[in-house]
């Protein structure tokens, strides 16, 4: 079944599809949308994001750097107990280019072992910082790469009300939604976000239930 899902993902890189998962928009059912979270842990704003994610039984992913993993294994362990998923987002937060793929493949392996002594599974989501990507690494490493497709660009505004308004300004059904839990204020208005898509009749999602149900 993993290879299949290598496969399916390899297909939509080559013709270029952006990563909506499997089922139209619109679908009549339950609005599925899925949050996820970039660069952490953070000792404090990850553990605040994840009291506020708990007291609204929201579940997100979490698409962490080794070393961060290395030094809060607390946060991740916690991340897991609560039924968040947890993603690679390299060792160092390292850009893929032309010149450095066997260094970015090492920092992935490396970020791998650091999640499985803490969680003891394998770690089968990757998110390439910015983007970056090359398809070949999905045989290569086994891993899916997940893109997103809002984009609030939280990590450079403080201001709570312009991050939220970005993303409920634009939702649709199934739409991943980049955000970042190392700043106050984009973990602020991530919970801003549940409350008000929550009204409007969405259902918070882990990545895979997106890209394979």
């Not at 609005?31 to 970039?38: R, S, Y």
């Not at 970042?180 to 895979?208: P, Q, W």
Request: aromatic share 10%; glycine share 6%; net charge negative.
């Amino acid at each position: 079944m993993k290879k299949i899902r290598v496969a399916i993902l390899t297909l939509i890189f080559v013709l270029g599809l952006p990563f909506l998962g499997f089922v139209g928009k619109g679908s009549g059912e339950c609005k599925k949308i899925a949050l996820t979270f970039d660069d952490g842990p953070h000792p404090r704003f990850t553990e605040q994001l994840l009291d506020g994610l708990k007291e609204r039984d929201v579940h997100v992913t979490f698409f962490v750097t080794g070393e961060h993993a290395k030094l809060h294994p607390d946060v991740i362990k916690r991340m897991q107990d609560e039924g968040h998923l947890i993603g690679n987002h390299t060792y160092s937060h390292i850009q893929l280019t032309t010149s450095n793929r066997e260094e970015f493949c090492r920092e992935l392996r490396k970020t791998n072992e650091v999640l499985r002594e803490i969680t003891g599974i394998d770690t089968e989501y990757v998110r390439p910082p910015y983007g970056s990507w090359d398809c070949s690494l999905e045989k290569e490493l086994n891993m899916f790469p997940v893109l997103w497709t809002v984009d609030p660009l939280d990590w450079c505004s403080e201001n709570v009300e312009c991050i939220t308004n970005s993303v409920v300004g634009k939702i649709q059904e199934n739409d991943i939604v980049l955000m970042h839990d190392y700043y106050d204020t984009s973990v602020t208005a991530a919970l801003k976000i549940v409350d008000e898509l929550t009204k409007r009749g969405f259902t918070f999602v882990t990545v895979d239930e997106i890209l394979f149900n």
